[in-house]
């Protein structure tokens, strides 16, 4: 178990949005959140990296453990712990100033990395792990924003990568992009689980069967089930989950 939450709640102001919510992830799986809109799929994640508290008039009750080691304590400074936990939105959002190079290299740099033999390694590195250094290694100088919208979510995966996070988030990272993209992000993902934990928040159930191993239904704010993909999709153990993944709802 490498991060795992316990009790976890969180409010907008006096709306809750999670509701005691305990899921624990192993290393180098694939875990995915399922749920309808609005259920706190995103808000859950947001909470596991400290995203949340930046919203305003917004706030969490529980604890969320990285290592054995609680994220909202007062030591623990949430831009460092960003780089242990990072994440990747829905949308493609490479910095549209910078290029290709210094969109990976901008979390090395801040990191106090300035060597550029070294930054030049760990940028390569890092588009290898995305799958994208075939298709940028002479494209480096461009504009991250000139990329294909693929590309662009495999740049952004690669961003994150760089400073080698221990778990990678990802909320809706194919939703955005068309199924010959998304195909490409998936078979990424499966090679990815090697080198770091994942957990994606997925309105595709296809998708969540595919390539996760576990899988959470979060319904209301609350959990519902959480276990093996394969068990949770054939043999749900709550009626609420089958009604969810045959299409009764949602």
């Not at 192993?26 to 959140?33: H, M, V």
């Not at 009750?61 to 936990?85: A, C, S, T, W």
């Not at 991250?144 to 778990?167: D, E, M, N, T, Y």
């Not at 998936?186 to 689980?193: I, P």
Request: charged content about 25%; overall charge positive.
């Amino acid at each position: 178990m490498i991060l795992k939450s316990e009790n976890l709640e969180a409010w907008f102001g006096e709306t809750k949005a999670l509701k005691g919510v305990g899921l624990e992830f192993e290393s180098n799986t694939i875990t995915a959140i399922i749920g309808p809109s609005g259920c706190g799929k995103s808000t859950y994640i947001r909470c596991l990296n400290r995203l949340h508290e930046e919203t305003p008039g917004a706030r969490i009750g529980g604890r969320v453990l990285l290592q054995g080691r609680n994220i909202y304590g007062p030591e623990v400074d949430p831009v460092l712990l960003r780089r242990q936990i990072g994440m990747v939105f829905q949308k493609p959002n490479p910095f549209p100033s910078m290029s290709v190079y210094d969109n990976v290299a901008v979390g090395l740099k801040l990191g106090g990395i300035r060597k550029k033999r070294e930054l030049d390694s760990r940028v390569e590195w890092s588009l290898r792990l995305a799958a994208l250094w075939d298709e940028v290694k002479d494209k480096l100088a461009r504009p991250g924003i000139s990329l294909s919208g693929g590309q662009q979510q495999r740049l952004c995966i690669a961003r994150a990568l760089a400073v080698k996070p221990v778990v990678l988030l990802m909320d809706e990272p194919t939703s955005a992009l068309d199924p010959v993209s998304t195909a490409r992000i998936e078979e990424l993902l499966t090679d990815l689980k090697k080198t770091v934990t994942i957990i994606i928040v997925t309105h595709n159930m296809q998708q969540s069967a595919r390539i996760s191993d576990k899988t959470a239904f979060l319904l209301m704010g609350e959990l519902v089930e959480f276990g093996e993909t394969s068990a949770l999709f054939t043999t749900p153990k709550d009626k609420r989950t089958e009604s969810y993944i045959t299409g009764r709802f949602g």
